[in-house]
T-cell receptor
Framework: DGGITQSPKYLFRKEGQNVTLSCEQNLNHDAMYWYRQDPGQGLRLIYYSQIVNDFQKGDIAEGYSVSREKKESFPLTVTSAQKNPTAFYLC???FGRGYEQYFGPGTRLTVT | KQEVTQIPAALSVPEGENLVLNCSFTDSAIYNLQWFRQDPGKGLTSLLL?????REQTSGRLNASLDKSSGRSTLYIAASQPGDSATYLC??????????FGAGTRLFVKA
């Protein structure tokens, strides 16, 4: 079955700790994205990657970091510098610019 | 700066009704527009993608239209069913891999 997987589904962390969210796709897509969703708001782009070993900041990259060492994988690290990290995080992928985006099931991160 | 607005924020209709969801955007220079469905606590499911050169797309009971000059798109759902209850989001691709999302319309179809 082709698709995007995100793990874990729920994640709880204490303030001041870094945490890494996993995103894997087997759709052979070149582009991958990370979004953040807060209640009552649209999705906001954190980072995107057009191709392996390349990634660009989105609109709200501060306090986050990513890597793209493999085509299939695009992990997101939420650092202690992110002031309000509690949110629903969604990973997506596409064949490239202008193509349909496909989303994973999301990870709900709660930081206390 | 591109902004995407969806009105109403919530909508409740009886089963069987035909309905229209609205999406407006401020900058007509778009690459494409995509409609998604999101169930509570889940990821987004792509419904329809309209390229900037197209006027509409259809899939089953869904029809999406695009009018770039007026900065509007509509999603028409025919013969609504309780299973259609979800949040519907529109997203505008401005080119360069950046997509701007609306906040969504929460739809409830009553049996």
């Amino acid at each position: 079955d082709g698709g995007i997987t995100q793990s874990p589904k729920y994640l709880f962390r204490k303030e001041g700790q870094n945490v890494t969210l996993s995103c894997e796709q087997n759709l052979n897509h070149d582009a991958m994205y990370w979004y953040r969703q807060d209640p009552g708001q649209g999705l906001r782009l954190i980072y995107y990657s057009q191709i392996v070993n390349d990634f660009q900041k989105g609109d709200i990259a501060e306090g986050y970091s990513v890597s793209r060492e493999k085509k299939e994988s695009f992990p997101l690290t939420v650092t202690s510098a992110q002031k309000n990290p509690t949110a629903f995080y969604l990973c997506a992928s596409s064949f490239g610019r202008g193509y349909e985006q496909y989303f994973g099931p999301g990870t709900r991160l709660t930081v206390t | 700066k591109q902004e995407v607005t969806q009105i109403p924020a919530a909508l409740s209709v009886p089963e069987g009704e035909n309905l229209v969801l609205n999406c407006s955007f401020t900058d007509s220079a778009i690459y494409n527009l995509q409609w998604f469905r999101q169930d509570p606590g889940k990821g987004l499911t792509s419904l329809l993608l309209i390229q900037s050169s197209q006027r509409e797309q259809t899939s089953g009971r869904l029809n999406a239209s695009l009018d770039k000059s007026s900065g509007r798109s509509t999603l028409y759902i025919a013969a609504s069913q309780p299973g259609d209850s979800a949040t519907y989001l529109c997203a505008v691709d401005t080119g360069g891999f950046k997509t701007i999302f609306g906040a969504g319309t929460r739809l409830f179809v009553k049996a």
